[in-house]
T-cell receptor, first 114, second 118 residues
């Protein structure tokens, strides 16, 4: 069975600082990987996804993530955080075949200080 | 395209009352889902529907029923609401990556229904 862990419940950064949100997964082969963002009072929106190929993927709003097979990780990064990035971030793992239902992490809440 | 729409946005119920949460998508997706979101618990899958006419239980189905009315609409019913069902409910839809492989694809979420059961 697949699983995903987001070790940080809360992350606080200053506006303009760099950001890295951690995501570790468990899956028997190369998984499909997703990052979603949830702004306050909103539903989840896809930031980026990895299916295959280049392990560094670019997403919306200036975010990127890197798939590292050796570390079973898919960490989300942004070089300079804006106040509007304050939100809840969810990592999800899916399967290339046989199961279309993703497994979500419990989320990391990003707080941005001015 | 409206994407995924949910009604109502907010609802307050008394214990024992019933209600139906409505969800519709206009992306021609086969798969639809109902999640609940509680503080510190992330998203938990209540029910899902792989295609019109099929529904299956997720992680936390007790106290809920669903209906896949057609390809566009997937409703969630609380027959006798309990305070433990106070939560934010999200509907989502998705395609399937690789029609034969049946892999996970991007999910598209509605704006949520905030339900309070007193």
């Amino acid at each position: 069975a697949q699983s995903v862990t987001q070790p940080d419940i809360h992350i606080t950064v200053s506006e303009g600082a760099s950001l890295e949100l951690r995501c570790n997964y468990s899956y028997g082969a190369t998984p499909y990987l997703f990052w979603y963002v949830q702004s306050p009072g909103q539903g989840l929106q896809l930031l980026l996804k990895y299916f295959s190929g280049d392990t560094l993927v670019q997403g919306i709003k200036g975010f990127e993530a890197e798939f590292k097979r050796s570390q079973s990780s898919f960490n989300l990064r942004k070089p300079s955080v804006h106040w509007s990035d304050a939100a809840e971030y969810f990592c999800a793992v899916g399967a290339p075949r046989g199961s279309y239902i993703p497994t979500f992490g419990r989320g990391t809440s990003l707080i941005v200080h001015p | 395209n409206a994407g995924v729409t949910q009604t109502p946005k907010f609802q307050v119920l008394k214990t024992g009352q019933s209600m139906t949460l409505q969800c519709a998508q206009d992306m021609n997706h086969n798969s639809m889902y109902w999640y609940r979101q509680d503080p510190g618990m992330g998203l938990r899958l209540i029910y899902y529907s792989a295609s019109e006419g099929t529904t299956d239980k997720g992680e936390v189905p007790n106290g809920y029923n669903v209906s896949r009315l057609n390809k566009r609409e997937f409703s969630l019913r609380l027959e006798s609401a309990a305070p433990s069902q106070t939560s934010v409910y999200f509907c989502a839809s998705s395609g399937v990556r690789g029609r034969l492989a049946g892999g996970t694809d991007t999910q598209y979420f509605g704006p949520g229904t905030r339900l309070t059961v007193l």
